[in-house]
């Protein structure tokens, strides 16, 4: 019940295209929904996140769809472009549970490559 | 500016050896820290954190221990390293009071167990 799955595990798109990944969770406890971005041979940075009180959150070319009934979330990138090329990483956590400590449960990532 | 650092940044080493990787963060106090280990199709997991000197929370069981000695560093420890230790070693640090503050990771230490 803690598991946080994430498709696809790898995914190429064109420039100027959409990148869609996808993500799953059964702990209905949760109720916070970032997503991590990674280049190689660095740690993930926050990208974006959502609680659960919102269907859509924006930040620029960044969108993250929520839905609670389905349990699931996913992150849109508009317009892809070849610096997006990183590795993706949906999270979940229960901040009320917290006790201090943001215990994020990570997916398995996403692979991202945006051709030129 | 709050920074982490974290080294070294690539490691071998043989099974049985002993391991002691290190984490700081500079420009924050009472930060929260925490070890994630990051393999391959497998996302992060959390290891290890701590919310102050000497508190020590675990999370996966394994071959691993971790020690707070001060505030603000984090260290992450083997007596014998297994081949399956061979990983992505990841500290970050969130504020004392978290408020959805995001996870501030390292670079990481690239883990191998020959």
């Known amino acids: 019940q803690q598991q946080v799955k994430q498709s696809p595990q790898s995914l190429i798109v064109q420039k100027g295209g959409i990148s869609i990944i996808n993500c799953a969770y059964e702990?209905?406890?949760?109720?916070?929904f970032p997503w991590y971005q990674q280049f190689p041979g660095k740690g993930p940075a926050l990208l974006i996140a959502?609680?659960?009180?919102?269907s859509e959150k924006k930040e620029g070319r960044f969108t993250i769809s929520f839905n609670k009934s389905a349990k699931q979330f996913s992150l849109h990138i508009m317009d892809s472009q070849p610096g997006d090329s990183a590795t993706y990483f949906c999270a979940a956590s229960n901040l009320g549970l917290s006790q201090g400590a943001q215990k994020l449960v990570f997916g398995q990532g996403t692979r991202l490559t945006i051709n030129p | 500016s709050q920074t982490i650092h974290q080294w070294p940044a690539t490691l071998v080493q043989p099974v049985g050896s002993p391991l002691s990787l290190e984490c700081t963060v500079e420009g924050t106090s009472n930060p929260n820290l925490y070890w994630y280990r990051q393999a391959a199709g497998r996302g992060l997991q959390l290891l290890f954190y701590s919310v102050g000197i000497g508190q020590i929370s675990s999370e996966v069981p394994q071959n691993l221990s971790a020690s707070r000695p001060q505030d603000r560093q984090f260290i992450l420890s083997s007596k014998k390293l297994l081949l399956s230790d061979s990983g992505f070693y990841l500290c970050?640090?969130?504020?004392?009071?978290?408020?959805?503050?995001?996870?501030?990771f390292g670079n990481g230490t690239r883990l191998t167990v020959t």
């Open positions: 702990n209905t406890a949760f109720d916070y």
């Open positions: 959502i609680r659960p009180d919102v």
């Open positions: 970050a640090w969130t504020p004392l009071e978290l408020d959805n503050s995001p996870l501030h």
